[in-house]
Structure formats: structure tokens, C-alpha cells
T-cell receptor
Framework: GDSVTQMEGPVTLSEEAFLTINCTYT??????LFWYVQYPGEGLQLLLKATKADDKGSNKGFEATYRKETTSFHLEKGSVQVSDSAVYFC??????????????FGKGTHLIIQP | GAGVSQSPSNKVTEKGKDVELRCDPISGHTALYWYRQSLGQGLEFLIYFQGNSAPDKSGLPSDRFSAERTGGSVSTLTIQRTQQEDSAVYLCASSLAQGVGGYTFGSGTRLTVV
């Protein structure tokens, strides 16, 4: 079945550091890929998405590129802020019409940014 | 409504009691999803509704769990005879249709079974 693998957390960085959170996936067909963010005490918010190979999703300074050849969708940000501290989830919807199973999520990566 | 609304936001219940969790999706969103978020377990898909119909209920953890949706809008997730392992955050999401748009999540219901 479909699966998403994320790097284990917590990831602790200093403010203004470069961020990479790795995400790889296994899926049939051509999935759409997402990053969601969950700030403390809140629900999940869509951060960015990409629906086909080589697409780059971007939002709030975060970027991720859909790499079909490496089945990856790594999240990057050039200079993180304390306010970026949250849990980040990589997710996919199978291209075969995966609504019956909903989004498949990774386990989440807790990001801690220190001043 | 403007967003996905879930109630209650927090629920503490005694083991063995029944609980009902409510989700009010964004108006016009035909697809509705329930997930469970347990500490250290990530997000677990429970059930999906397209309109009032749930094509696949196999994601529900046990027969103590049931869900329904009426009028293509509000959904309730019911847990009977709660157990301590049911303690988790239950998240609801909705979307215009199954597929690629991404979902809008509610803030969740934190359930604690004591």
C-alpha cells in the first residue's frame, strides 16, 4: 500500500539556519504530494502541495519539489524563524483516486527553532 | 461555515462511557474525513464520507467505533464503551471532492479516557 516516510524528530535548529526535512514515498500511479503544518494546540494546515513530477510547491518561504525519480518531496527553507516551530507532516493522495483512503501521512517531524 | 468546526474541543470521560464527537465541515464540501492522532503514532485514517455514504469502514479501529453523516454536512464519530487506548486527538477534515485539492482540517477534539 501507499506509505510516506519522514525523518525522525525532533529537529532542533537555531534561528536563521537552513532547514531540510526529508520525505520519501511509496505509491501506485502518480500521487499528489503535500506538506501540512501543525502549530501547537492547532489543527493541521496545508503548507504547500505539488500535483505532478518536477512541480515545486512554495509558501511562507518553504519549498518542496516533486522528484519522481527519487520518490521524494523534501521540505526546505532558507532561513527559519522561531515562529516556524511546529510539527510538519508529509502526505500523499494516490493518483488512482485515493479519496476512499484519504490522505496518507508520514508520522510527522517536530521542528524546534531556538532564538 | 468559514472553516471546519469540531466539538467539543476537549472531552474527558470515564472508561466504559460512550462519547460522541461532532464535525461541521465547510459548507459545500462533499468529502469528509476522520483521523486519529495519537502521541507517537502519527495520523491514522479512520473513515471517509462522500456525501452521506462511507464506502469503506475498515479503517475504524474496532466495532466500538461508528460514524455517520447526515444531510451531506455534519458528521458524528461515536465511540462506545471507551477504553484508555482511545485517548487521542480526533481530527476531521473536509474537501470539495476526493482528490488533489488538499483538505481543510478542524482543530480536533482531544479525548482523554480516565
Amino acid at each position: 500500500g501507499d506509505s510516506v516516510t519522514q525523518m525522525e524528530g525532533p529537529v532542533t535548529l537555531s534561528e536563521e539556519a537552513f532547514l531540510t526535512i526529508n520525505c520519501t514515498y511509496t505509491a501506485t500511479g502518480y500521487p499528489s504530494l503535500f506538506w501540512y503544518v501543525q502549530y501547537p494546540g492547532e489543527g493541521l494546515q496545508l503548507l504547500l502541495k505539488a500535483t505532478k513530477a518536477d512541480d515545486k510547491g512554495s509558501n511562507k518561504g518553504f519549498e518542496a519539489t516533486y522528484r519522481k525519480e527519487t520518490t521524494s518531496f523534501h521540505l526546505e527553507k532558507g532561513s527559519v524563524q522561531v515562529s516556524d516551530s511546529a510539527v510538519y507532516f508529509c502526505a500523499l493522495i494516490a493518483g488512482s483516486g485515493g479519496g476512499a483512503d484519504g490522505l496518507t501521512f508520514g508520522k510527522g517531524t517536530h521542528l524546534i527553532i531556538q532564538p | 461555515g468559514a472553516g471546519v468546526s469540531q466539538s467539543p474541543s476537549n472531552k474527558v470521560t470515564e472508561k466504559g462511557k460512550d462519547v460522541e464527537l461532532r464535525c461541521d465541515p465547510i459548507s459545500g464540501h462533499t468529502a469528509l474525513y476522520w483521523y486519529r492522532q495519537s502521541l507517537g503514532q502519527g495520523l491514522e485514517f479512520l473513515i471517509y464520507f462522500q456525501g452521506n455514504s462511507a464506502p469503506d469502514k475498515s479503517g475504524l479501529p474496532s466495532d466500538r467505533f461508528s460514524a455517520e453523516r447526515t444531510g451531506g454536512s455534519v458528521s458524528t464519530l461515536t465511540i462506545q464503551r471507551t477504553q484508555q487506548e482511545d485517548s487521542a486527538v480526533y481530527l476531521c477534515a473536509s474537501s470539495l471532492a476526493q482528490g488533489v485539492g488538499g483538505y481543510t482540517f478542524g482543530s480536533g477534539t482531544r479525548l482523554t479516557v480516565v
